[in-house]
């Protein structure tokens, strides 16, 4: 049977160094990968994984050998006869439902599962029990709240498969990159608001239109330069540190400073800065400028 405590277990990276010897161990027995500590697939040769199937193997003779395997899948798996009763729910979807305490196999899927009644999910699942076609959709997690689901639904042996995963974490960043994309459209048709992403370094990787024409440069002269460089003389210390504080993740920080534009002129800007978080830390940091006045200042002959 396959039983993580009775295999091998192999790290991934382990298996690609060393590949030649698993694989002459996976033609004898299944070994059980792992990521980071974690169990993520099971290799075997393909004898191994043909015998499954086959008339008179010894997995027929336990029904639950490929239920076993399905323990070990990420992806959440629930299979109901064609009455509607659960035969088996896999870890995953006891986890995903929040029903991690409780067994649901042999129960009514609707008494195990209330909260999918009325929802898309049901309806793919009564479609797929009827016509046997298959079933795709992502919907709100009817578990969790502001959660979201890729579902799915196959008919199998008189019933029906559901698989499921949570997907809400893609759901997210693509709605966040669609409102930062309508954000900088909006700034760019306001006209006065000025965008410039730095790098951890204080040095400038990205300028819109707005922030060139407010200190009369193109964004390729201005790119890896240091911002803090474009800053008046006198004000460059409180600038610099204003800056170096938010790097530090000390929190973000409105400030002023008058900028020197290609045109001799100092520039007077309000300026907000935020952090740019990224996954392992501070990457740099975001700053919106907007003109003080609605003219430039010119550059002091002092």
């Known amino acids: 049977m396959l039983n993580n405590a009775?295999?091998?277990?192999?790290?991934?990276?382990?298996?690609?160094?060393?590949?030649?010897?698993?694989?002459?161990?996976?033609?004898?027995?299944?070994?059980?990968?792992?990521?980071?500590?974690?169990?993520?697939?099971?290799?075997?040769?393909?004898?191994?994984?043909?015998?499954?199937?086959?008339?008179?193997?010894?997995?027929?003779?336990s029904p639950n050998r490929l239920f076993e395997l399905a323990d070990h899948v990420h992806q959440a798996i629930l299979l109901c006869d064609g009455e509607f009763i659960i035969r088996y729910a896999n870890p995953a979807i006891l986890t995903l439902s929040d029903r991690a305490q409780r067994p649901l196999d042999e129960m009514p899927l609707w008494d195990a599962l209330p909260e999918l009644g009325g929802t898309l999910i049901e309806a793919h699942i009564r479609h797929t029990l009827m016509t046997g076609e298959a079933g795709s959709a992502d919907i709100p997690s009817p578990f969790r709240p502001e959660c979201w689901l890729n579902v799915q639904t196959q008919a199998i042996d008189g019933g029906v498969a559901l698989l499921a995963r949570d997907i809400t974490s893609h759901v997210r960043q693509h709605r966040l990159a669609d409102v930062k994309s309508a954000i900088?459209?909006?700034?760019?048709?306001?006209?006065?608001?000025?965008?410039?992403?730095?790098?951890?370094?204080?040095?400038?990787?990205?300028?819109?239109?707005?922030?060139?024409?407010?200190?009369?440069?193109?964004?390729?002269?201005?790119?890896?330069?240091?911002?803090?460089?474009?800053?008046?003389?006198?004000?460059?210390?409180?600038?610099?540190?204003?800056?170096?504080?938010?790097?530090?993740?000390?929190?973000?920080?409105?400030?002023?400073?008058?900028?020197?534009?290609?045109?001799?002129?100092?520039?007077?800007?309000?300026?907000?800065?935020?952090?740019?978080?990224?996954?392992?830390?501070?990457?740099?940091?975001?700053?919106?400028?907007?003109?003080?006045?609605?003219?430039?200042?010119?550059?002091?002959?002092?």
């Open 184 to 302: 900088l459209r909006a700034m760019a048709v306001h006209g006065a608001v000025g965008y410039v992403r730095i790098s951890a370094r204080g040095f400038i990787e990205t300028a819109d239109d707005t922030f060139c024409a407010m200190v009369n440069l193109p964004e390729a002269r201005l790119t890896n330069i240091a911002l803090a460089d474009l800053v008046e003389l006198g004000g460059r210390p409180e600038f610099r540190a204003d800056l170096e504080a938010v790097l530090r993740g000390q929190g973000d920080r409105r400030t002023t400073a008058r900028l020197l534009a290609n045109n001799g002129r100092l520039v007077p800007l309000e300026i907000a800065i935020a952090a740019l978080q990224g996954t392992y830390g501070t990457e740099g940091a975001v700053l919106l400028l907007t003109p003080l006045i609605d003219t430039e200042t010119p550059l002091s002959n002092s």
């Open 6 to 61: 009775r295999h091998r277990h192999v790290a991934a990276a382990d298996l690609v160094r060393n590949f030649a010897h698993w694989r002459e161990v996976g033609s004898r027995e299944a070994v059980f990968i792992t990521h980071h500590g974690r169990e993520t697939h099971v290799f075997m040769g393909t004898n191994i994984l043909e015998s499954m199937g086959s008339p008179g193997a010894e997995v027929t003779a």
